[in-house]
């Protein structure tokens, strides 16, 4: 087992896609954060599998999608909120490739440097829409974002 180190953590802008705002945050093993050709594969996937409409009386349209530039392989994970729910789908390419597949139901779910973002958009969430459900502040919680440096 290799010790834990941190990963540089960042936001990498919100984009409209398939009628939702998504919020994108890149981590990175090594080097810089994911650069445009992973946003843009990441983006795609996130188009074509975001639920229509985007809005309904369980969702507000804001989701978020990590880009990860592991050791191992190029990891996307796309989630959204109905509620106090979150749904995710998970997606893999070989690394220095865009090549994005999903990855099946019984495969992992996220490492512990994707669940540090993940338990920040939770407390986001929380701060930002559950906490303020006739007024939730979709603004601020897709500015709310995580920066993690790496030591």
Same mark, same amino acid.
């Given at each position: 087992m290799i010790p834990y180190r941190p990963r540089v953590t960042g936001p990498l802008g $919100? &984009?409209?896609l398939a009628g939702w705002q998504v919020k994108i945050i890149g981590i990175t093993?090594?080097? /810089? =954060?994911p650069? /445009?050709?992973?946003?843009?594969?990441? #983006? &795609?996937? !996130? /188009?074509?599998? =975001?639920?229509?409409? !985007?809005r309904?009386?369980?969702?507000h349209g804001v989701a978020f999608l990590i880009v990860h530039r592991g050791?191992? !392989? +190029?990891? $996307?994970? +796309?989630a959204w909120w109905e509620l106090d729910i979150l749904h995710q789908r998970l997606f893999r390419a070989p690394l220095g490739t865009v090549d994005l &597949?999903?990855?099946?139901p019984d495969g992992p779910?996220? #490492? $512990?440097?994707? +669940? =540090? $973002?993940? /338990?920040?958009?939770r407390r986001a969430w929380i701060a930002h829409a559950l906490r303020r459900p006739d007024d939730p502040d979709l603004k601020a919680y897709l500015t709310d974002t995580l920066r993690v440096e790496a030591h």
């Open positions: $919100v &984009r409209a093993a090594g080097g /810089d =954060l650069g /445009d050709p992973e946003i843009e594969a990441a #983006c &795609r996937i !996130a /188009d074509g599998w =975001l639920p229509a409409p !985007a309904s009386p369980a969702r050791e191992e !392989a +190029l990891w $996307v994970q +796309l &597949r999903r990855v099946p779910a996220a #490492c $512990v440097w994707e +669940l =540090l $973002v993940i /338990d920040h958009e």
